[in-house]
């Protein structure tokens, strides 16, 4: 058992760090105060052009693919390298994360010739059409119709909480192709290009301000059978290896929030409650201790599976595990620092100084989401429960009805 | 980076299991309780026989000088079967004491004998409640002898020796090597809510003592309370991951309005947490296992969040699984109970979750 870097890892680590060190003087958005979204998009783009060229785009991807034959290890280590700056990456790392790989693994050679390249060089960014409006829990509900046409299908329906639609252009589509049969069995899968007519996009205004959220609407858009990823109404096999690519994507450990010395600084320095220091309260040293044993917890449990990933095993709930532990963490933290800076903390505007209150506000509006997306707390203790301590499944009523008789 | 036990680790896990399965099961627990026997002979001298007393200690002093991982290993085996036996104090906290800081007489007078199991050690620092403070230990050592009441000292009773807390001339205070067999240590049993670990309070009326190493340091203390609680930190998620096995099985046993208890939501989300706890407490304490072995400077803050996160996790367990058993759970002859007691017990013997909670957060604070 070791938990430094072997002396490979060091020099893999050394070359990360001073390739993204290099990068941050053009790409850093810390010294790119006061950007617009296009401004930002546009800096993205050439970034993760950047990136491609050095084998940093998919790193475990082979040399011929565009990557650097990275070891699970290997590839850990680059996104810790890289989380060192603020670099415009975020909108490519949903289409990188799950929709890539499933294009990679069932995709034709043409298609993938055509569309690997592209989107691991930002020229094209994809997203993921997954959730509806009656269908997030419970994806295997989703309505959208994909009904066939000689060699077309052609879609009808809503996506919603698709990330980045609004400048994707291309993306990976859950839909249903039979509903007579029971839930599962009636799904295709399949890619559209976002420019194909009858598409309509619309951001969702989130209660944190942000919009990278959006609605999605198809009517009547025609899309070639070629663009099938998989079975016809196989669909759902590809969505489950969708949501094991998930598993696989290295979580931000502080989902943006500051880090915990940074909060005990501020409040040491900045912070006066009835006379002592905010670093003072007894109370919230506690607090923090707590959260510095989830952190590290999450950490040592990160390493756990990134060392089963190198011995060749496949990953198990430790993205579920650590999301659910994660998204509570935030939001109780966050309120927690707030209430710490007494009435100003709810102030939004102050933002400069690292762990003041305006940065923890953000935090806090973004967790409530946190807990929704990806899998609801409920769900995820729903997956453990099921998946990894094997109690009964949760009574289904609907498995083997017809969907059309739900 | 290699986050796991190597393979002669994990058969050394593997074999540990079964044979605690089979030689301590848990009617040898029952009965250290139920006949206020202070702990399993038996148990001990086929444990000592096997080497598991020096997994830790070098074989210059008669261990196998497997090492700290090896110990940690065994320490998760004992504590999910909640083995009644003075081994924890002996060798993680007495022989440990000597190991970090002993003179080499000190350690040739008394290593052998602890790994040999014919030397029975333990820690003596606590002086009633609370926890002490460099500057407040009432014990103290005048020419050379102890005078003073420590309270509660685990394994008091049957320990031969002991590394004791006491003040020094200095004002400060330290670590002193003693035979307990003297006559003018007078040992008292104490009854606890776990009496599968027996405790004692012992009075020293001038006992012949000598300083451990070269010198008895507060700095001394911490350093061993620090490495004991990474070896405790073990016992505690083997308890805590017994207690989970068991919940999970009545889980999916039991019936209730027709259906496994186990389908309800209510359930199967108490025990998601329950696991989320005890895998969190796990890697924590694998991290400090690491620390620990190679003594890195990491050591302090690793120790200190797999101690808060292995009282947390045996804790949550073990009063979650009882009652994931209902009624049955609070009876005397179901195992949930033993757990209970067990796992508060552990939550105190070296410092409670608050007191390392603190420690952490001044630990943090000094990164600032």
């Known amino acids: 058992m070791d938990f430094r870097d072997s002396v490979e890892e060091s020099i893999f680590r050394s070359e990360a760090r001073a390739w993204f060190e290099r990068m941050a003087a053009r790409f850093d958005l810390a010294t790119h105060p006061g950007m617009t979204f296009e401004e930002q998009l546009r800096l993205g783009r050439e970034f993760q052009a950047e990136k491609a060229a050095a084998g940093y785009a998919k790193p475990e991807w082979s040399h011929a693919h565009g990557g650097r034959d990275a070891s699970a290890v290997e590839s850990v280590i680059c996104a810790e390298e890289e989380r060192r700056f603020t670099f415009p990456n975020k909108f490519f790392a949903i289409g990188l994360g799950m929709p890539i790989p499933i294009m990679r693994r069932y995709a034709s050679a043409a298609d993938r010739e055509r569309f690997l390249g592209p989107a691991l060089r930002g020229e094209e960014i994809w997203c993921q059409l997954f959730s509806e409006p009656t269908a997030g829990s419970d994806l295997g509900a989703v309505r959208l119709r994909a009904d066939r046409n000689g060699d077309k299908w052609i879609l009808n329906g809503q996506k919603i909480w698709t990330s980045w639609a609004h400048v994707a252009d291309f993306g990976t589509i859950l839909a249903r192709s039979d509903p007579s049969l029971p839930k599962h069995a009636g799904l295709t899968f399949f890619y559209v290009d976002m420019k194909t007519p009858g598409i309509s996009v619309r951001q969702i205004n989130q209660m944190s301000g942000a919009r990278e959220f959006c609605e999605v609407f198809f009517t009547d858009v025609r899309i070639p059978d070629t663009n099938r990823l998989g079975e016809v109404n196989g669909g759902w096999r590809v969505t489950v290896d969708t949501l094991m690519e998930e598993r696989f994507t290295l979580q931000d450990p502080t989902y943006g929030a500051p880090p915990l010395t940074v909060a005990m600084k501020f409040l040491r320095d900045n912070v006066s409650s009835e006379g002592a220091t905010g670093l003072d309260d007894g109370a919230l040293r506690e607090r923090f201790a707590e959260w510095y044993c989830i952190e590290q917890g999450l950490r040592n449990i990160y390493a756990r599976m990134v060392t089963a990933l190198s011995r060749g095993s496949v990953p198990g709930p430790e993205a579920a595990l650590t999301k659910l532990v994660l998204a509570s963490k935030v939001q109780a933290y966050s309120a927690a620092m707030i209430d710490a800076n007494g009435p100003a903390g709810v102030i939004t505007v102050d933002k400069e100084m690292p762990g003041s209150a305006g940065c923890f506000c953000d935090v806090w509006l973004q967790s409530a989401g946190m807990r929704i997306a990806g899998g609801t707390d409920e769900i995820l203790r729903n997956t453990i429960a099921e998946r990894v301590l094997l109690l009964p499944a949760e009574i289904r009523t609907d498995k083997n009805v017809a969907f059309s008789d739900l | ?368």
């Open chain 2, 1 to 368: 980076m290699n986050f796991d036990f190597s393979d002669e680790q994990k058969l050394l896990r593997q074999q540990a299991r079964r044979f605690l399965t089979e030689k301590c099961p848990a009617a040898i627990v029952r009965r250290v309780i139920e006949r206020r026997a202070s702990f399993d002979e038996t148990l001990w001298w086929q444990l000592a026989e096997q080497g598991w007393l020096g997994l830790a200690i070098p074989t210059e002093y008669g261990g196998s000088g497997l090492g700290y991982l090896e110990l940690c290993v065994a320490a998760e085996e004992l504590g999910r079967v909640l083995a009644p036996i003075p081994l924890s104090s002996s060798i993680y906290l007495c022989a440990e004491a000597l190991l970090m800081a002993g003179t080499e007489a000190q350690k040739s007078r008394y290593l052998p004998e602890l790994a040999a199991g014919s030397l029975i050690g333990t820690l003596a620092f606590a002086e009633g409640y609370g926890f002490p403070a460099e500057r407040t230990v009432s014990a103290e050592v005048r020419g050379g002898k102890i005078f003073g009441i420590k309270w509660p000292v685990a394994d008091g009773n049957s320990a031969h020796i002991a590394v004791v807390l006491a003040g020094t001339s200095e004002g400060s205070s330290g670590l002193f090597l003693c035979d307990l067999r003297q006559a003018t240590v007078v040992r008292e049993a104490l009854e606890t809510v776990d009496a599968s670990r027996a405790q004692a309070r012992l009075r020293f009326n001038g006992a012949i003592c000598e300083p451990l190493g070269m010198e008895a340091t507060w700095a001394g203390f911490y350093r061993l309370v620090e490495r004991g609680v990474v070896l405790y930190a073990f016992e505690q998620i083997g308890g805590a991951d017994a207690c989970l096995s068991m919940a999970v099985d009545y889980a999916r046993e039991r019936k209730a309005f027709g259906r496994l208890i186990g389908s309800f939501q209510a359930i199967k989300h108490r025990l998601a947490d329950l696991y989320v706890r005890n895998e969190l407490a796990r890697a924590n304490t694998y991290y400090s296992a690491w620390a620990l072995s190679v003594d890195a400077p990491e050591l302090p803050l690793a120790a200190a969040a797999a101690r808060v996160s292995a009282i947390d996790a045996f804790e949550y367990a073990a009063r979650e699984s009882l009652h994931v058993h209902g009624g049955m759970g609070f009876t005397w002859e179901m195992n949930c109970h033993l757990f209970y007691r067990r796992s508060r017990q552990l939550a105190v013997n070296l410092g409670s979750a608050a007191l390392w909670k603190r420690r952490i957060a001044s630990l943090l604070e000094r990164q600032i």
